[in-house]
T-cell receptor, first 118, second 115 residues
Framework: AQTVTQSQPEMSVQEAETVTLSCTYDTSENNYYLFWYKQPPSRQMILVIRQEAYKQQNATENRFSVNFQKAAKSFSLKISDSQLGDTAMYFCAFMKVNYGGSQGNLIFGKGTKLSVKP | DTGVSQDPRHKITKRGQNVTFRCDPISEHNRLYWYRQTLGQGPEFLTYFQNEAQLEKSRLLSDRFSAERPKGSFSTLEIQRTEQGDSAMYLC?????????????FGEGSWLTVV
């Protein structure tokens, strides 16, 4: 069974600075996807960034980038130039690939509560 | 697209009562998921559908829980004989064709409080 661990329950960062959120996972699968989702207070969960396990290049989306270390089973999220709107719960998630190549379900970590301070 | 829609957004019920939640996925999305999220935890997978077929169920989905997607469009999640431990947010999500790499979109959730 796959597990996802986020060891930082809460973090804070000053506006405009950089913060890194940690995530480790455990799996025996070789083909999978990893995600970071953002859940603002009382708002829906939205996708921040995704990484395919077979890709060595780290994914980037504007101010968001990941450090994917497959051998270490580590998948951290770096947020640059933090903005007040980045305040939210951040969830790391693992998705296995089903037989036949379709999506499996998402397995989430417990989340990290990020507060961006002015 | 109007996004994944869930109804009701909030429900307070007495222990022992039955409750039903509805989810309308994004139009043309044929994969639909249900998750449960309690305070301070990440979402936990309950079940998912491909069109009207229920393809996988978590062991979290006890006999008191049933989900349907009768015409492959909207879905309902019913909880019978509710217990206080059922208090949680129930999240619905959808994606297009379950194809690898397709984004899974979440609704805003339905909060259940069992008193």
């Amino acid at each position: 069974a796959q597990t996802v661990t986020q060891s930082q329950p809460e973090m804070s960062v000053q506006e405009a600075e950089t913060v890194t959120l940690s995530c480790t996972y455990d799996t025996s699968e070789n083909n999978y996807y990893l995600f970071w989702y953002k859940q603002p207070p009382s708002r829906q969960m939205i996708l921040v960034i995704r990484q395919e396990a077979y890709k060595q290049q780290n994914a980037t989306e504007n101010r968001f980038s990941v450090n994917f270390q497959k051998a270490a089973k580590s998948f951290s999220l770096k947020i640059s130039d933090s903005q007040l709107g980045d305040t939210a719960m951040y969830f790391c998630a693992f998705m296995k690939v089903n037989y036949g190549g379709s999506q499996g379900n998402l397995i989430f970590g417990k989340g990290t509560k990020l507060s961006v301070k002015p | 697209d109007t996004g994944v829609s869930q109804d009701p957004r909030h429900k307070i019920t007495k222990r022992g009562q039955n409750v039903t939640f509805r989810c309308d996925p994004i139009s043309e999305h044929n994969r639909l998921y249900w998750y449960r999220q309690t305070l301070g935890q990440g979402p936990e997978f309950l079940t998912y559908f491909q069109n009207e077929a229920q393809l996988e169920k978590s062991r979290l989905l006890s006999d008191r829980f049933s989900a349907e997607r009768p015409k492959g469009s909207f879905s309902t999640l019913e909880i019978q004989r509710t217990e206080q431990g059922d208090s949680a947010m129930y999240l619905c999500a959808s994606s297009l064709r379950g194809r690898l790499g397709n984004t899974i979109y979440f609704g805003e959730g339905s909060w259940l409080t069992v008193v």
